[in-house]
């Protein structure tokens, strides 16, 4: 990966815009999160604008006040500008490694920043958030005439975009890349820049290992590796990588289990604390690979130091990301060796029959399962959904075809709501094995078994691309003996796993007129695709549709449409109203169509008394309509004696008439026409 990405991640409050011409800028951010990078993507940008002189230290390099003092504000640069008239820009880096290595020097900098002609400065300061002295705030404040001249930007971790731009300059498949990042359960690692680079470098020489649980230490190992300039001063702490993670896992375990979410390090006031007391955590050794540490203040405030946490205000800190602390916690509880029935009621809610795992502790249960083999087997009995979460891909084919058993067999017993299933479809690609195909085809064609069973069977098959159970699926579509909303799963399960000649047998449905082959007056139940979301089977056919070709839509729905003009009743439009307005909408921006298709569209909004919504949802998608279109429209509406109330025509961001077509004030007078204007 190269040194420098081109990201751009700083935030500010929303009211104010990113322009980075402040007259002082506080740039913050956490350990390993890539403020230098930052501040180098900055120089250039300023670079580029030739505003006038830039100047940049890096206040980290220094041991000593005179050494800086002489090389920045003693420098020649400096003292020039202070006695002409240019603009200066002036960077400076790493003050948290600075205050860590220099003693005084926010001092140094409100003296030397004091008698400076401040209308031609422009500053900016990187710090991480907690060592941010606000004794300077207030002195830049009032050195630049406002605090609306001093502006906090907050360097956020690394979005998905940064991550593909990031692998596509390492030159790795960022798909493939993203793919196995979350097949190892390591998105707390991409998010930073440090442990992506790990990420980035494991991927290309070696490839990740086949367990989360080696990839995940060794990214939260390297976050608490002290920086190099504290190194090379010799003022990094004395304390290893392996000691710092150990004290971080119990500050993991005793925070998480005892319900805080933030650790307080400052002296009691008085007030009720919203976070663990730092008094609380210490006290007693932890084993650090072949040594112990013994947790005191010292080790503590280093371990907050770390790349593990970040600020929460001033004197509070927490976790950086819910996974370092949920990993930590269950790498502390697996070093305990705590009896079963203590383990189970820290973790359980035992006043249940059965107990269940406690929801927010699901994670860290899933990851102690991972250090733990009988907390493994026990989950698998109790709660096997748990274990999506766990180290799966470091387990052998059979122990994820028992997972599969065991999450089918609690879905038929009905232990898994629809919600509780949904949330887990991301999940489900850890379950693939050698022989997933059989053992979900045995599952699809069991009648015995309940929808909801056969139809996550159907999504795990979709998500880890089991691509033999698309024949199964399409069976399941063509038979009108299957319920209605497993058909619609099934037909959609076809259509995602992609098969062409198992999707060239889903025509009949998008043919189908009817109750011969497809139901089609009825509703089917809500889907595990959207709960509500199908309340008709036209978004199916329309999904069947798009998916099978380009004859469906332009050869025999015209037709439909021009024979339409020929017949009358609701019979008539009940055929083609099988399919979903956007399919219609969409196609009357094609010449084929014609008049018909607008008609068509306030039939259905006046016979049929649908709610405008339902029409609107196909319509209100179709920006593109046509002038001719949207003039057929209006005048179909004029034409009918009595006019349908269509407020989403009045859409405040997509009108489906323009409103230099219509007149839009008088639709819901029946008595007057809308006058269109035809393009």
Not at 182 to 199: E, G, I, S, V, Y
Not at 306 to 322: E, N, Q, V, W, Y
């Amino acid at each position: 990966m190269p040194e420098r990405i081109p990201w751009n991640r700083w935030i500010c409050p929303r009211e104010k815009a990113i322009r980075f011409d402040d007259r002082c800028g506080v740039l913050l951010g956490e350990a390993g999160i890539g403020k230098s990078d930052a501040i180098d993507q900055l120089e250039a940008t300023l670079k580029g604008r030739s505003r006038g002189v830039l100047m940049r230290g890096n206040l980290g390099e220094y041991s000593d006040t005179a050494d800086l003092d002489a090389d920045l504000f003693g420098s020649q640069t400096f003292q020039n500008w202070k006695e002409g008239s240019s603009e200066l820009d002036l960077l400076l880096d790493s003050l948290d490694e600075g205050i860590a290595g220099i003693r005084n020097i926010v001092g140094l900098l409100q003296r030397r920043l004091r008698n400076v002609p401040f209308d031609r400065l422009h500053i900016y300061i990187s710090c991480r958030a907690t060592p941010w002295p606000e004794t300077l705030t207030t002195h830049l404040v009032e050195s630049f005439g406002g605090e609306d001249k001093v502006r906090h930007y907050q360097l956020v971790p690394l979005l998905r975009n940064d991550i593909v731009l990031a692998a596509r300059a390492a030159k790795v498949d960022p798909e493939a890349f993203l793919a196995q990042v979350d097949m190892r359960n390591a998105q707390a690692l991409a998010c930073n820049p440090l442990t992506l680079r790990l990420l980035l470098n494991v991927f290309t020489s070696t490839g990740f290992p086949t367990s989360s649980l080696q990839l995940l230490e060794r990214g939260l190992l390297a976050l608490c590796e002290p920086a190099q300039a504290r190194r090379d001063r010799q003022t990094a702490t004395s304390y290893t990588a392996s000691q710092l993670l150990a004290v971080a896992s119990r500050i993991a375990g005793l925070t998480l289990l005892s319900g805080y979410a933030v650790i307080e390090t400052e002296n009691d006031s008085g007030t009720p604390r919203a976070g663990i007391a730092t008094t609380d955590l210490l006290g007693g050794d932890e084993p650090a690979g072949d040594s112990s540490v013994t947790v005191d203040e010292t080790v503590l405030r280093a371990a907050l130091a770390t790349g593990l946490f970040s600020a929460r205000g001033a004197g509070r800190f927490g976790f950086a990301h819910k996974t370092y602390g949920e990993f930590l916690a269950a790498r502390y509880l697996s070093t305990m060796k705590m009896p079963e029935a203590q383990l189970d009621s820290l973790l359980s809610l035992t006043d249940r029959t059965p107990p269940q795992y406690v929801p927010q502790l699901h994670e860290v249960v899933a990851w102690l399962a991972s250090f733990d083999d009988a907390v493994f087997e026990r989950v698998m009995v109790r709660e096997p959904e748990i274990l999506l979460a766990a180290d799966l891909p470091g387990q052998d084919a059979a122990t994820r075809a028992r997972t599969v058993d065991a999450i089918l067999a609690r879905t038929q017993a009905g232990a898994i709501s629809y919600d509780r299933r949904r949330d887990l479809t991301a999940q489900l690609n850890r379950l693939h094995h050698s022989n997933l195909a059989a053992q979900l085809v045995a599952v699809l064609q069991d009648k015995a078994l309940s929808d909801a069973t056969r139809e996550l069977a159907l999504t795990i098959a979709e998500q880890c691309r089991v691509i033999v159970v698309a024949h199964t699926a399409a069976d399941i579509a063509l038979d009108s003996a299957e319920s209605l909303g497993l058909r619609i799963d099934a037909g959609y399960a076809v259509c995602r796993l992609n098969v062409a000649e198992t999707k060239a047998r889903l025509k009949a449905l998008a043919f189908s007129t009817g109750n011969s082959t497809w139901p089609l007056a009825s509703a089917p139940a809500p889907s595990r695709t959207s709960p509500g979301a199908l309340s008709s089977n036209s978004a199916f056919v329309e999904r069947i549709s798009g998916e099978i070709g380009k004859p469906v839509g332009r050869l025999r729905l015209p037709a439909s449409a021009r024979s339409l003009r020929a017949k009358s009743g609701e019979q008539s439009v009940l055929h083609l109203g099988n399919f979903d307005s956007g399919v219609l909408a969409s196609k009357s921006m094609e010449p084929s169509w014609g008049q018909p298709v607008p008609r068509i569209l306030v039939h259905r909004a006046s016979v049929h008394q649908l709610h405008p919504t339902k029409l609107a949802a196909g319509t209100l998608g179709s920006t593109r309509l046509v002038s001719s279109s949207r003039f057929f429209l209006a005048q179909s509406i004029n034409q009918r004696h009595s006019r349908p109330s269509l407020p989403f025509l009045e859409h405040p961001r997509k009108r489906l008439i323009a409103v230099s077509d219509r007149a839009l004030q008088d639709l819901q007078e029946r008595s007057r026409p809308v006058a269109v204007a035809r393009r």
